[in-house]
């Protein structure tokens, strides 16, 4: 540069030069020398802070709140781009990416939940950090509770986002606010309040009650506060008949129902065993199954389930044996089933000692029950089927129930299916009951039929316009069936 300067000074002018072509000289000689140096170096990116303990629960504040809100567009964001979802429910497990865990979601926000996250703790390493906690999951027709773990992680923006959730364990059955308690079991002279109870809430020494049933003290002040805040706290006793009385839950304590095996009774009477040693004994069996946490009551006869008192009864319809006309109707529909027509073909050619004759409902003094639900206000009636046929050992096995409406009379009936029949599932329905006032019915029902299932019942709830999603209290059983 400083030579093309003194070249410039010595250069004779003709005419009088501007000095503006030295100028626009200048200018091309600075712009090469910058093509070879290269382009000026960009501003290096702005450094993401770590994730603070502020932003974790700011999101986690956001999460709840947009699916207690129905606030679908305000969930969706909180997602990171790349993300993977797992969930469980019950035994059974499925993986979504992003785009797939969205539209299974956008089915949840369809109807109003509740969603909490108890016991939450988190991990940070830098831009990402762990997050476990209890969650616990109600809709009108469905609850669990599980451990939850999310992954959260920073994106390019310095936004916090979820990266990974996953479900690690689900329990339909599991402890229940107050304030949702629209159906909880009886047993044992007392109301099921939890199916997942910690034993170090229990005191004091086992108590034999009955031949297999041990209950031990708890103490109050080891309770969830949700939990111990429920004494004094009044319950309507119901049957498939309506309300029977009121009561107050008195006290609290632990449960173990099982059925054990029956050499243990055989050992325990020949051996003169003490009861406080059969009690350790069936308090040990099958670790943690057969345990549950009760509300003491004084429970009235016939009361068969519970329910917070402050809500209104329940529209209720029980059970009734269907008309013979119409029962006859039903029958035919019933054996016009996939379903049964697949369990009557394995009747006729695995049935023992060719004693396979005439319909599998029949074999071995089965059983079968057709119940018939009548409605005020003209709502068309509906009507159920539920058969039974069990032999011994190795012997035969049939199991089914069907429901439907039905319009018209008996001779020129129309039959809409209720739920799927499936060939195993059998239940015995006692009412149909609408739990949450929300014109939606469940079906309390009763298994019928012999051990080793010693079923006690439970509720069918509807799913998609069907009877599908089952909750099922059984003991465990340890015993042998032949």
């Not at 993986?95 to 926000?109: A, I, L, N, Q, V």
């Not at 009861?275 to 549950?292: C, Y």
């Not at 309390?444 to 079923?455: A, S, W």
Request: aromatic share 10%; hydrophobic share 35%; charged share 25%.
């Amino acid at each position: 540069m400083a030579a093309l300067w003194n070249h410039y000074r010595i250069m004779k002018p003709v005419k009088t030069r501007s000095a503006t072509l030295f100028l626009l000289i200048l200018t091309i000689l600075i712009a090469c020398s910058r093509e070879k140096d290269g382009p000026p170096p960009l501003p290096p990116p702005a450094k993401i802070s770590e994730i603070s303990q502020d932003e974790i629960q700011n999101l986690m504040k956001l999460w709840l709140a947009s699916q207690n809100n129905g606030d679908f567009s305000s969930y969706q964001s909180l997602y990171a781009n790349r993300f993977t979802g797992i969930r469980r429910t019950g035994h059974r497990e499925t993986s979504f990416d992003r785009e797939g865990w969205m539209r299974d979601r956008k089915r949840m926000f369809e109807k109003p939940m509740r969603v909490e996250a108890h016991e939450t703790n988190s991990s940070i390493a830098g831009i990402t950090a762990v997050v476990r906690f209890e969650q616990r999951w109600m809709s009108a027709s469905y609850q669990d509770a599980g451990p939850k773990q999310m992954v959260l992680a920073k994106e390019k923006n310095g936004e916090l986002r979820i990266a990974r959730e996953e479900m690690l364990g689900s329990n339909k059955m599991n402890a229940q606010r107050s304030e949702d308690r629209k159906f909880s079991y009886i047993v044992e002279e007392g109301i099921v309040l939890d199916f997942e109870p910690s034993l170090e809430w229990g005191s004091g020494p086992l108590q034999l009650t009955g031949t297999h049933n041990v209950r031990q003290k708890v103490n109050p002040k080891t309770l969830p506060a949700e939990t111990k805040d429920l004494l004094r706290k009044s319950f309507k006793l119901m049957n498939n008949q309506g309300e029977v009385c009121e009561t107050k839950i008195t006290d609290f304590f632990l449960l173990k129902r099982v059925v054990p095996h029956f050499g243990n009774y055989d050992r325990w009477k020949e051996e003169g065993t003490p009861k406080a040693t059969i009690a350790q004994e069936i308090w040990d069996m099958g670790d943690t199954e057969g345990f549950l946490l009760m509300g003491d009551v004084k429970i009235c006869k016939g009361a068969t389930w519970a329910r917070a008192a402050y809500l209104p009864s329940p529209t209720l319809i029980p059970a009734k044996p269907a008309p013979d006309a119409w029962r006859e109707t039903a029958l035919k529909e019933f054996r016009k089933l996939p379903a049964y027509q697949e369990i009557q073909q394995e009747f006729l050619k695995n049935a023992v000692e060719g004693k396979a004759t005439g319909l599998w409902e029949n074999y071995n003094d089965g059983k079968t029950i057709v119940s018939f639900f009548s409605f005020p206000q003209g709502q068309s009636p509906w009507i159920a089927v539920s058969a039974r046929s069990v032999g011994s050992c190795n012997d035969f096995e049939g199991n089914l129930w069907a429901i439907w409406e039905i319009r018209g009379g008996p001779t020129h009936a129309q039959f809409k299916p209720l739920n799927d029949p499936e060939n195993g599932v059998c239940f015995k329905p006692e009412a149909i009951v609408d739990l949450d006032g929300d014109h939606q019915f469940e079906i309390l029902f009763k298994e019928f039929g012999i051990e080793p299932t010693i079923p006690i019942g439970g509720i069918v709830y509807q799913k998609d316009g069907l009877f599908q999603e089952v909750e099922e209290y059984k003991i465990p059983y340890y015993d042998c069936g032949c």
